[in-house]
């Protein structure tokens, strides 16, 4: 079946500007996650959402970065005034609960000018 | 800081080598522990996960233990193949939460 989607899989923005990042999970993952991956490092954990609510929010790095499930299916995050340190792959994961593995999609690689 | 720490990359061995990934964690309680894997054009995913003291894990000729008196979660494989080349990343998920914290990722080369 289908797996983790996101789009785009890059998206090149001058400093300023503001972008939405979009994720299609697995149908039927309740659980959803937002990491960002910078180069030679590990995803770092920014939000999960169970549902359509944000269960988790503790990894945001400040307020110009957001996230929504409005449906508890797609989430997108978004990202306001962007800065060159934004940069990086944005990772979204899936799973059935809240205790069992992530599936991960390709990431969106975000390069901001 | 980061409560996952992994062996230094790159590593680079032969065919057929030993290979064993360190990787130790800081947490209260019991965490679940995993070892992912990035193949070269593709997404993360699971390769083998512990969820209690003393559980080993295993896939496609991996391992690894869970040690709660070391605080460890080593990856190994007796014999490793080209195939195996990728980037691999320990994580660990505390009890109760749902928040997976990784390692910093190792990079592994296997030379035919």
């Known amino acids: 079946g289908a797996g983790v989607s996101q789009t785009p899989s890059n998206k090149v923005t001058e400093k300023g500007k503001y972008v939405e990042l979009r994720c299609d999970p697995i149908s039927g993952h309740t659980a959803l996650y937002w990491y960002r991956q910078s180069l030679g490092q590990g995803p770092e954990f920014l939000i999960y959402f169970q549902g359509t609510g944000a269960a988790d929010d503790s990894g945001l790095p400040n307020d110009r970065f957001f996230a929504v499930r409005p449906e508890g299916s797609v989430s997108t995050l978004k990202i306001q005034r962007t800065e060159r340190g934004d940069s990086a792959v944005y990772l979204c994961a899936s799973s059935t609960a809240s205790d069992s593995p992530l599936h991960f999609g390709n990431g969106t690689r975000l390069t901001v000018t | 800081g980061n409560s996952v720490t992994q062996m230094e990359g790159p590593v680079t061995l032969s065919e057929e080598a030993f290979l064993t990934i360190n990787c130790t964690y800081t947490?209260?309680?019991?965490?679940?522990l995993f070892w992912y894997v990035q193949y070269p054009g593709e997404g993360l995913q699971l390769l083998l996960k512990?969820?209690?003291?003393?559980d080993k894990g295993s896939n496609k000729g991996f391992e690894a233990t869970y040690r709660k008196e070391t605080t460890s979660f080593h990856l190994e494989k007796g014999s490793v193949q080209v195939s195996d080349s990728a980037v691999y990343f320990c994580?660990?998920?505390?009890?109760?939460?749902?928040?997976?914290?990784f390692g910093q990722g190792t990079r592994l080369t296997i030379n035919p």
């Open positions: 947490a209260t309680g019991y965490p679940s």
């Open positions: 994580g660990r998920r505390v009890q109760g939460a749902q928040k997976l914290v």
């Open positions: 512990a969820t209690k003291a003393d």
